[in-house]
Every structure is written in C-alpha cells, then in structure tokens.
C-alpha cells in the first residue's frame, strides 16, 4: 500500500514506515501531524484517485528532526563590466516518518 501527498507544492509517495524531507511544517520533535492534500491511494484491490484530493484519506506521520539543508550558492557575473553578485541559500526541512495511511 502507498500513497501519493502533496506538500509544500511538491508530491511524494509514501509508505507506511518510511521516513522522508519535506518543505518545513509546524510542530515539535515527536509530534504527530495528519497529512489531508491525499492525491491517490493504491491497495491490493486497486488505486482510488483524487480529483484533485481523495475526500477522507489521511496520512499520519511523525516528526523526526528539523533542520536545513546544504548550502546552495547563487553567483552572478557579468563579463567585462565588474559586476559580481554571490548569494547563499540553505532551505528549512521536516524530517517525518510515516505511520500510516487512513481513508474513509
């Protein structure tokens, strides 16, 4: 069985069990958050989509850890005209594993 959520405008597939990094959420280490932008669902029997979301399917999930990713540098240059712009770029994340996958 998984799932595929939508969060933070990006789409992940999940399992129950499985541990992955999303755009930052609120809540604190150990907490548990509901996941309701559910997109598609598929089982043994068969897939139930969304249209745009499945109405009553949920994803629970645990917050493991926040923190930022990997610097990312952002450098301008123009040639020949001294211009030289450098910037940096670190992107919040929620670490979460998920727990389970309800529908109604």
């Given amino acids: 069985m998984y799932a595929i959520i939508e969060s933070g405008g990006k789409q992940y597939r999940v399992t129950p069990g499985e541990t992955l990094e999303v755009e930052s959420l ?5 907490d ?3 996941l309701s932008r559910v997109l598609m669902v598929q089982e043994d029997k068969g897939a139930r989509i969304g249209d745009p979301v ?3 399917a949920v994803v ?3 917050v ?3 923190g930022r990713q990997a610097k990312v540098i952002v450098f301008k240059k123009k040639r020949r005209k001294n211009y030289r712009r450098t910037r940096g770029h670190r ?3 929620t670490r979460l594993k998920v727990t389970g996958i309800e529908q109604a």
Avoid: D, R
Wanted: hydrophobic share 35%; aromatic share 4%; glycine share 16%.
């Fill in 60 to 62: 629970k999930a645990e």
């Fill in 54 to 56: 499945l109405q009553g």
């Fill in 64 to 66: 493991m850890a926040h």
């Fill in 32 to 34: 548990t958050i509901t």
């Fill in 91 to 93: 992107q919040s994340f």
């Fill in 26 to 30: 609120e809540g604190k280490v150990g």
